[in-house]
């Protein structure tokens, strides 16, 4: 850890795309993140030709990069890949619930060594809070923000958050 990060290796999966309809796109996208992807997105790119275009960008771990690189050529107009392994330096994951005057919510903590310097409402948490108090999402995340701030603290941390997650949301940067 140098520094007193984490890190990791993950291997980097890029294709240029100047036809693929934003709908494709973003199937595309669900099915990399339930194959596995670590995370998924698109950059916007100007391509040979004067065409506008994105570029996909996935990053996996090495085990999932044939089956991912799969879904893109299949998925995709893709004809080829660009692959390589990067280095990624990692804050540290812990989460903790606080209670708000909306309920309990789940903030992730990015911690250097034992250090807090991140402190984030989970947004599933903070829109789970909100649906149960009919309260806008906004104010259920700064009301988490500001209940953190305060050390509202109802329990400790954890490696992994209190709830169920229902999208595809991955730790990764």
């Known amino acids: 850890m140098p520094g007193g990060y984490d890190t990791d290796i993950v291997t980097r999966l890029e294709t240029n795309l100047d036809d693929l ?18 995370d998924v997105f698109f950059t916007a790119v100007h391509m040979k030709k004067n065409r506008p275009g994105v570029m996909l960008t996935v990053l996996c771990e090495e085990g999932r990069a044939e089956s991912l690189a ?23 994951r812990r989460f903790v619930t606080v209670t708000t005057q909306f309920g309990d919510v789940v903030v992730k903590l990015g911690l250097k060594g034992s250090e807090v310097l991140q402190a984030a409402p989970e947004f599933e ?4 809070a909100s649906a149960k108090s009919g309260q806008p999402l906004r104010k259920v995340y ?27 949301a991955k730790e990764a940067l």
């Not at 309809?21 to 670590?38: D, K, N, Q, T, Y």
């Not at 799969?70 to 990692?90: C, H, N, Q, V, Y």
């Open 70 to 92: 799969d879904i893109i050529f299949t998925e995709t107009s893709a004809f080829g890949l660009r692959m390589e392994k990067i280095a990624r330096l990692k804050l540290a």
């Open 142 to 168: 700064e009301a988490a923000t500001h209940a953190y701030a305060e050390g509202k603290i109802v329990a400790e941390p954890t490696e992994t958050p209190q709830y169920s997650r229902t999208n595809h």
């Open 125 to 128: 948490s903070c829109k789970a």
């Open 21 to 38: 309809s934003p709908e494709i796109a973003g199937a595309v996208m669900e099915r990399l993140f339930a194959a596995g992807a670590l």
